[in-house]
C-alpha cells in the first residue's frame, strides 16, 4: 500500500499562519467575511468552502486541545477553565454564524453545480445542521459541554488501597486476574463501593444532563431526545427499529455463547459457581498476563505489531511518538477511559489511555491505533467536512484492527501457552462486549423516552435490563446493590450520548473483515484502506460496500458472525487444551 505517515499541516491560506484563539474578538472577523462575501460563480464558492475548511480545521483543532489537556490533569484548575473559556465564551457565539453559513451554501446558485459524488454526503449533513438550529439552545448546548465534562473531574478522583497502596480504579483492576481468590473478591468489593461513594453526584449529575438534553430536543420541535440525537448524529441510514433488532438478535444469539464462556471459566477456576471477581482470572498457579511493563513498552511493541502487518500502520504510531501525542499510562487525576482524539488541521491525532500493565491495555493501544490510521488515511482529502466520517465505520477501523493485530501478538509474548490465553481473551471479549452494548442502549432508550422518571424508576429499569442481557451462570447473590447503579461507570452515558451501539454495528463490520482476512490478508487490508481512505465522502452503506462488508443487523447475519467467531474460539480453546 503506497501510503505515507508524513503528515504535514497544511499552508494557510485564509487565516495568518501565527493566528491563535484568544479571544472571540480576533476570531469573529473569519466568520464575518465567510457570511459576508459575494459569490459570484462555481470557482468562488469552491474557493469559499476551501476557507470554511480551514477556519473549522483550526477552530476544532483549537477545542480538541484544550479537552485533550483538561482529559490529562484533571486537578489543574487553569486548564479545565481553558476549555470552560471555549465552551462558553467561544463556541455560543459561532454556532448562529455557522448557521448563516450554512443557510448561505444550500442557497447559492452554484451550489447545485458541484459535483453530487463528491459533495453529496457534505451537503446532507448541512441540511441537518439547518434543521437542528435553534438559537435558545445555543445556552443548553453550552451548559451541556461543560456538565459532561464533570464525569471525568468525580472518576479521575477515584481510587482505592490495596495491600497498603494507593491506586485508581483502573490500577487496581489488575488484581481481578490474580490467582488468590479472596484479594480478588476484597479488590472488587473495593472498587464498586468506591464507585458507590460518588453515586449521589453522579445521579445529580446525570439527572441534570437528561432534563437540559430533553429541552433542547423539545426547542428543536423533537418529541424526545432519541429523535433529536439520531439526527445530530447523522444516522441516515438506520432507525430505532433497526437498534432494537439489533437487541433481540444479540439475546437470541450472542447471550449462548457468552454461557458457554462463562461455563468454560468455571471449570478452569474449578469453582461451583462463577463470581463477578472471577472472569478475568485464571487458575491457581498460572500468572496473570503481562504483555507490558510501561507505556513506553506499549507503544514500542504496538509498533512493531502494526508493522508485520504493514510498515504504513506502525509509520503511524511511530509519528505520534516523534509528535508526542500519546498519552498513554494510568494515574490519579487523570480522566478514565480511552480515546483518539482527531485533530484537524495537523491530521495526526492523539491518542489517550490508561495503561496499566495488562492485557486489556494492549487491546487498547491496538484499537486507538486503529482510530489513528483512519485520521492518517483520510488526512490529506480536499476539505474538513470530507473528514467527517460516520462513528459506525471509524469503529470498524479501531476493531478490525484488533482482530488483524492478533496475528502478530507473539511481540508481546514469547510463550505459545501465553499467546493462546491473549487470543483466547480477545475471542471472549469480542462475544462478551455484545451484551453490554445492547444494554447501554436500550437504557438510553428509555431514559430519553421517560425523561421525568424518578430515580427509583432509573434505578429499577437499570436493574430489569442489565438482568435481561446477563448471563445466568454468574452469581450475582449478595451484590444487587452494586449492579444497580453499574451504569455509572460507562462514560458515554454522560459525555457521549447514544453514542454506544456504534461499539455493536462496528463489531458485525470488524468481524467481517476478519472473516475476509483469514480468507485474504492482503485483500482484507486492502479494502480497510480502501473505505478508510474515504472519509466520510460516501454514505455508511457504501463505505461498508468498498470495505466488501454488508450492512444488516438482522438475526441471520448477526447469527452467521456469531458461528464463526465461535469456530474461531474453539479452535483456540482445543489449541489451549492439547499446551497444557
Known amino acids: ?133 435553534q438559537q435558545e439552545n445555543i ?56 464507585r458507590l461513594q460518588d453515586k449521589d453526584p453522579l445521579n445529580d449529575l446525570y439527572s441534570a444532563l437528561i432534563e437540559k438534553r430533553n429541552q433542547v430536543a423539545l426547542n428543536a420541535g423533537f418529541k424526545n431526545y432519541r429523535d433529536y440525537k439520531f439526527v445530530e448524529l447523522g444516522r441516515f441510514d438506520y432507525t430505532k427499529e433497526d437498534c432494537f433488532q439489533f437487541h433481540d438478535a444479540v439475546k437470541q444469539y450472542v447471550l449462548p455463547l457468552v454461557d458457554v464462556i462463562n461455563e468454560n471459566k468455571r471449570r478452569k477456576l474449578q469453582v461451583e459457581k462463577l463470581r463477578p471477581w472471577d472472569t478475568s482470572a485464571e487458575p491457581a498457579g498460572t500468572e496473570p498476563l503481562h504483555p507490558f511493563k510501561t507505556g513506553e513498552e506499549l507503544l514500542n511493541k504496538s509498533i512493531e505489531c502494526f508493522r508485520k502487518l504493514d510498515p504504513f500502520f506502525a509509520d503511524c504510531l511511530s509519528t505520534l511518538k ?109 462475544i462478551s462486549t455484545f451484551p453490554w452494548i445492547a444494554v447501554i442502549d436500550k437504557f438510553q432508550h428509555w431514559v430519553y423516552e421517560n425523561p421525568q422518571h424518578d430515580l427509583d424508576e432509573r434505578k429499577n429499569k437499570w436493574t430489569e435490563i442489565v438482568t435481561e442481557f446477563s448471563s445466568e451462570t454468574i452469581d450475582w447473590s449478595g451484590l444487587e446493590h452494586y449492579r444497580h447503579y453499574s451504569w455509572q461507570r460507562q462514560l458515554h452515558l454522560f459525555e457521549v450520548p447514544f453514542y454506544y451501539i456504534e461499539y455493536g454495528i462496528a463489531q458485525l463490520g470488524a468481524i467481517g473483515l476478519w472473516m475476509q482476512f483469514k480468507k485474504d490478508k492482503t ?39 456469531m458461528n464463526f467467531v465461535n469456530e474461531e474460539m474453539n479452535e483456540i480453546y482445543h489449541r489451549t487444551a492439547i499446551t497444557n
Open 523 to 561: 485483500k482484507a487490508l486492502e479494502n480497510y484502506v480502501n473505505a478508510l481512505s474515504l472519509g466520510g465522502t460516501k454514505t455508511l452503506p457504501q463505505l461498508y460496500n468498498i470495505a466488501g462488508l454488508q450492512f444488516n443487523f438482522s438475526g441471520d447475519y448477526i447469527r452467521t458472525l
Open 322 to 430: 516523534k509528535m508526542n501525542r500519546l498519552d498513554l499510562e494510568s494515574r490519579k487525576g487523570k480522566a478514565p477511559g480511552g480515546y483518539n482524539c482527531p485533530l484537524s488541521e495537523t491530521g495526526a491525532p492523539f491518542i489517550f489511555m490508561n495503561a496499566s500493565g495488562q492485557m486489556g491495555d494492549v487491546t487498547t493501544m491496538v484499537h486507538e491505533g486503529g482510530h489513528a490510521i483512519h485520521s492518517f488515511l483520510s488526512h490529506n482529502l480536499e476539505l474538513s467536512m470530507f473528514k467527517d466520517y460516520p462513528m459506525e465505520i471509524a469503529e470498524v477501523a479501531s476493531m478490525a484492527m484488533e482482530l488483524f493485530s492478533m496475528e502478530n501478538w507473539d511481540v508481546f509474548f514469547d510463550d505459545e501457552e501465553e499467546l493462546l490465553r491473549a487470543k483466547e481473551y480477545q475471542f471472549e471479549r469480542v
Open 139 to 194: 445556552p443548553l448546548l453550552s451548559e451541556l459541554s461543560i456538565l459532561g465534562q464533570q464525569f471525568g473531574a468525580i472518576s479521575g478522583k477515584m481510587s482505592v488501597e490495596v495491600n497498603g497502596n494507593e491506586y485508581t480504579l483502573q490500577q487496581a483492576s489488575k488484581f481481578l486476574e490474580n490467582a488468590d481468590r479472596g484479594l480478588r473478591e476484597e479488590v472488587y468489593k473495593k472498587i464498586a463501593d468506591r
Open 1 to 133: 500500500m503506497n501510503h505515507s505517515a508524513e503528515i504535514k499541516k497544511p499552508e494557510r491560506h485564509f487565516l495568518p499562519e501565527d493566528f491563535v484563539i484568544t479571544t472571540w474578538e480576533n476570531l469573529e472577523p473569519y466568520f464575518i467575511d465567510l457570511v459576508q462575501r459575494e459569490i459570484l460563480s462555481e470557482k468562488d464558492l469552491e474557493k469559499w468552502l476551501r476557507d470554511l475548511s480551514e477556519l473549522e480545521a483550526v477552530v476544532s483543532e483549537d477545542a480538541s486541545w484544550r479537552q485533550i489537556r483538561m482529559t490529562c490533569d484533571t486537578e489543574n484548575k487553569s486548564l479545565e477553565e481553558s476549555f470552560v473559556f471555549f465552551v462558553t465564551e467561544i463556541q455560543p457565539k459561532i454556532q448562529p454564524y455557522s448557521d448563516q453559513i450554512n443557510r448561505k451554501l444550500v442557497n447559492c446558485p452554484f451550489a447545485d453545480q458541484l459535483d453530487k459524488d463528491k459533495y453529496f454526503t457534505f451537503l446532507r449533513s448541512v441540511k441537518k445542521n439547518i434543521q437542528l438550529f
